[in-house]
């Protein structure tokens, strides 16, 4: 008869050998130089050590910077953490050809001027002049070069014109991805996009930090900087959080969440010094929590909000020095506007330029607003360009206001497209 001794053993025994069996949650090290798992300086490197993880598992990146060809995509259940401060993903230098045959959809192929650019493992876009936004932009990587032909997967999603619209392909391409995954956590990693050796692409096809259809990830104390276009973007995307992170140098937008991205969670974090917003709310961002960031010295707002951008609560932050406005409500439709939008207890100061300067401003048809119990107010003694707290347009819905501090503004604290100033509306 086995004692209590050995019977505990045998289950500890038993434990471990299930473990084994079903893989227990293992530590994959990337490493430019030393013992590590996979040794190397670049994306290949990353993407080597990638797939090789497991649900479970996580990519522990070592000091030191990667130059980035391609993006590295990270699969589902899994951590990736750098050394914090001193793991830096950087885009290498940026080339461009133009196409000497179109482009046409679901082209696997593509034949180039400059072929001597490219490699094998390359990311690369493919746009024209027409087709070079948004989703008309095909992201590819280069799986051969023969001769002059690049051969590409996935394939083209547009017909890109080569003697009309100058079709080209480059290699600008997001940094470090989610795409079709879930469960991912990306920590302690400073992500650089070399904004001035690349060419721009904006947040729906691209970001120095992007998502895309995917559900549950967190981006915890990581950086995103000079990126040109969106430093941390995501897209069609669910509890997508970004927390305690920093995201500045961007030509374009610092957080940028859309295309439908539910309940999405910034908190603690710091948009700053990008060409145009802070924090851009793109389409149908919904139920999401806006928490104690520091949004400040923006080119144009601190944070717009647009179209079906609905039902998300702002509170304790700080939009101060951006260059038109702090808050923004973009110009949409009564059914398409950004309605049940609430900020409370935000400190939005100082923002404006030579020629126009609000805290908050609010154009049609936006409405059910509540803006309560924030300071707003202009409060450097000279060359103040705050110039109104809060402007409501003709044809705004109702806005709530309520016990906000409200100092400093030499034109108004609130004004209406009426020019009235008043309480509430």
Request: charged share 20%; proline share 3%; hydrophobic share 35%.
């Amino acid at each position: 008869m086995l004692s209590c001794m050995q019977t505990t053993l045998c289950f500890l025994a038993a434990l471990a050998l299930a473990g084994v069996l079903a893989g227990s949650p293992r530590i994959v090290t990337v490493a430019q130089s030393g013992a590590a798992d996979v040794v190397g300086n670049n994306n290949a490197a990353l993407q080597k050590a990638a797939q090789m993880l497991k649900p479970g598992d996580t990519l522990q990146i070592g000091p030191g910077t990667y130059e980035m060809h391609n993006s590295l995509f990270v699969p589902s259940g899994v951590t990736v953490r750098g050394t914090a401060g001193k793991t830096i993903l950087m885009k290498s230098h940026g080339v461009e050809s133009a196409l000497t045959d179109d482009g046409d959809y679901g082209e696997n192929i593509l034949r180039v001027a400059e072929p001597e650019k490219f490699r094998p493992g390359m990311g690369i876009a493919v746009v024209d002049d027409q087709l070079k936004s948004g989703w008309d932009i095909s992201i590819s990587s280069i799986t051969g070069v023969k001769g002059s032909i690049l051969s590409i997967n996935p394939r083209t999603l547009r017909d890109y014109d080569m003697a009309k619209n100058h079709a080209r392909v480059r290699n600008t391409i997001p940094i470090l991805c989610a795409i079709d995954a879930e469960k991912v956590t990306l920590e302690d990693i400073i992500v650089d996009g070399n904004r001035a050796e690349n060419a721009y692409i904006d947040g729906c096809r691209g970001g120095a930090i992007y998502m895309y259809n995917v559900k549950d990830i967190i981006v915890r104390n990581c950086t995103a900087r000079n990126y040109n276009g969106d430093g941390i973007s995501f897209q069609i995307t669910d509890n997508v959080q970004i927390l305690n992170s920093e995201s500045y140098g961007h030509a374009g937008y610092g957080i940028h969440p859309g295309t439908g991205s539910e309940r999405p969670l910034v908190k603690g974090c710091r948009m700053h010094d990008n060409g145009q917003i802070g924090l851009f709310l793109c389409w149908r961002v919904k139920h999401g929590s806006f928490e104690d960031n520091i949004i400040q010295d923006n080119g144009n707002y601190g944070i717009s909000i647009g179209h079906k951008d609905t039902d998300n609560v702002f509170v304790n932050n700080t939009i101060a020095r951006n260059g038109s406005s702090g808050v923004y409500f973009r110009q949409e439709t009564m059914a398409n506007s950004g309605h049940h939008n609430t900020f409370r207890n935000n400190r939005v100061l100082d923002n404006g330029n030579a020629k126009a300067g609000y805290g908050f401003y609010i154009l049609p048809s936006a409405g059910d607003l509540v803006i309560e119990n924030n300071h707003i107010a202009e409060t450097r003694r000279s060359a103040g360009t705050q110039r109104i707290g809060i402007y409501k347009a003709v044809g705004t819905g109702s806005v709530q206001f309520g016990k906000n501090e409200m100092s400093g503004h030499i034109e108004a604290d609130y004004r209406d497209g009426a020019n009235t100033a008043s309480g509430s509306r």
